[in-house]
């Protein structure tokens, strides 16, 4: 399945995050594998503060092994189905693991593409001094819309 990612960089931790990214340790040990980078290489920051990207896990719950990589850095705000999950063809049953050549989230992707900044731009900036990330703390778990 295919989810649409909101995120805001946990306070104090931009510099640790870019680190993990250029040195590619984030997410080491997790069956993830390079997900997490292009998940970074594509994410968007958003008006509202968020980083917002798709990505393709195949957990049960949405991001349960992928969840404690990236709350060393974020706190997620939404996680949500990037498309009906009716229509996934890995969810249904129809075929196995489809998620990862599949196009259903093609539209929303380049949706994406045109909000906000590329995250990646933004977080090298912020951690140069030329420019802070938005950031807020609630340490609310993040609703999972289904």
Same mark, same amino acid.
């Given at each position: 399945?295919?989810?649409? #990612? +909101?995120?805001? #960089?946990?306070?104090?931790?931009?510099?640790?995050? &870019?680190?993990?990214?250029?040195?590619?340790?984030?997410?080491?040990?997790?069956? @993830?594998?390079?997900?997490?980078? =292009?998940?970074?290489?594509?994410?968007? &920051?958003? !008006? !509202?503060?968020? $980083?917002?990207?798709?990505?393709?896990?195949?957990? *049960?719950?949405?991001?349960?092994?992928? +969840?404690?990589?990236?709350?060393? *850095?974020?706190?997620?705000?939404?996680?949500?189905?990037? /498309? !009906?999950? +009716?229509?996934?063809?890995?969810?249904?049953?129809?075929?196995?693991? @489809?998620?990862?050549?599949? !196009?259903?989230?093609?539209?929303?992707?380049?949706?994406?593409?045109?909000?906000?900044?590329?995250?990646?731009?933004? &977080? =090298?900036?912020?951690?140069?001094?030329?420019? $802070?990330?938005?950031?807020? /703390?609630?340490?609310?778990?993040?609703?999972?819309?289904?």
């Amino acid at each position: 399945m295919r989810y649409l #990612v +909101r995120a805001r #960089v946990k306070p104090g931790r931009e510099r640790a995050l &870019l680190e993990a990214i250029e040195n590619r340790t984030l997410g080491r040990g997790s069956v @993830a594998g390079n997900e997490y980078f =292009r998940n970074m290489v594509q994410a968007r &920051l958003c !008006d !509202d503060g968020t $980083a917002r990207w798709v990505e393709v896990c195949y957990c *049960y719950e949405p991001l349960n092994e992928e +969840r404690p990589y990236w709350e060393q *850095y974020f706190e997620f705000t939404r996680i949500q189905d990037a /498309h !009906d999950r +009716r229509e996934c063809r890995d969810k249904n049953g129809a075929e196995p693991w @489809a998620c990862s050549n599949c !196009d259903c989230t093609a539209r929303l992707e380049q949706k994406l593409e045109s909000m906000g900044e590329p995250f990646l731009e933004v &977080l =090298r900036r912020a951690v140069a001094g030329t420019r $802070a990330l938005p950031v807020t /703390h609630s340490g609310a778990k993040a609703p999972v819309a289904g």
